[in-house]
């Protein structure tokens, strides 16, 4: 009875994840997840996302002035369908500090949390932003990205080759607390560097996010929805300088 029962559980655990060669599909769950169809590189301006921080922690970037750049830091790689849907937590492996021990000093600058909340793994854990991201998003990216250290480098060369910060500072358009921009230029200046339009998302009247769509060779594309809208966006936009944020003291609640 006991060799049934292992039995039965070897075959659960194969079938609940991983990558089955033959079929060329990811195993989820009983069933198989289908393979993602492009790659979506999301990138946060601090000076808006940290307008929201009013407590601060040790591994928060927006209280920690002097190490972090004034550029749009990384907030993930993305796999994601053509119809606007995208898989997540794709395979059992767990979060590994260990397996990124090479990465960390350009993680930490240019890959770092804006945020004190612990985000939750797929294992219903609280993990570090980079756990949360490699296990909902970077675990989907196969058969592309084969493991964790992939997926962080992969991201970081793909950040610094498409270098929005460089492109929108070039074309005049810099931090500034009372600037407004015009959208409709941000996403032409994008679309002129790299001949793809860019999603975008705002908090307010401020430009949090931008997003540049690769296919899997990593040649930029449109992303697939939201090409023509303004996204959460105005039609003119602020790109706060950093220094402008609510931050009311060092307590180590989240924010
Ligand atoms: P995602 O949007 O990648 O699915 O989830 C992001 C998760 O990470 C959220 O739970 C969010 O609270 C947490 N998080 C931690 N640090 C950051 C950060 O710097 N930026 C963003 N956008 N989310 C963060």
Not at 47 to 69: D, E, L, M, V
Not at 186 to 213: K, M, Q, W, Y
């Amino acid at each position: 009875m006991l060799y049934v029962l292992m039995g039965v559980c070897c075959i659960l655990i194969g079938v609940n994840g991983g990558w089955d060669e033959e079929v060329g599909l990811l195993k989820r769950g009983g069933g198989y997840q289908r393979e993602f169809d492009y790659f979506k590189l999301c990138v946060q301006w601090p000076g808006t996302y940290c307008r929201r921080t009013r407590h601060c922690c040790s591994n928060n970037a927006c209280c920690s002035r002097s190490n972090s750049p004034s550029v749009f830091t990384i907030h993930g790689l993305w796999a994601e369908y053509n119809d606007g849907t995208w898989p997540a937590c794709c395979s059992g492996r767990p979060f590994d500090e260990r397996e990124i021990s090479t990465l960390l000093e350009p993680l930490g600058k240019y890959w770092p949390s804006l945020s004190c909340g612990s985000p939750r793994s797929c294992h219903h854990k609280k993990v570090p932003f980079w756990g949360h991201e490699v296990e909902k998003h970077g675990t989907c990216a196969y058969p592309v990205v084969h493991n964790e250290h992939e997926f962080f480098l992969t991201t970081l060369n793909v950040y610094f080759k498409y270098n929005v910060t460089d492109v929108l500072f070039k074309a005049g358009y810099v931090p500034s607390n009372s600037e407004k921009y015009p959208l409709g230029g941000i996403i032409s200046a994008i679309e002129n560097a790299f001949h793809a339009t860019p999603e975008v998302a705002c908090s307010g009247d401020a430009l949090e996010e931008l997003r540049i769509c690769f296919y899997k060779n990593f040649e930029p594309r449109d992303c697939a929805h939201d090409t023509s809208s303004r996204g959460s966006c105005p039609r003119y936009v602020s790109l706060p300088a950093r220094g402008s944020w609510g931050l009311r003291s060092n307590t180590t609640a989240a924010s």
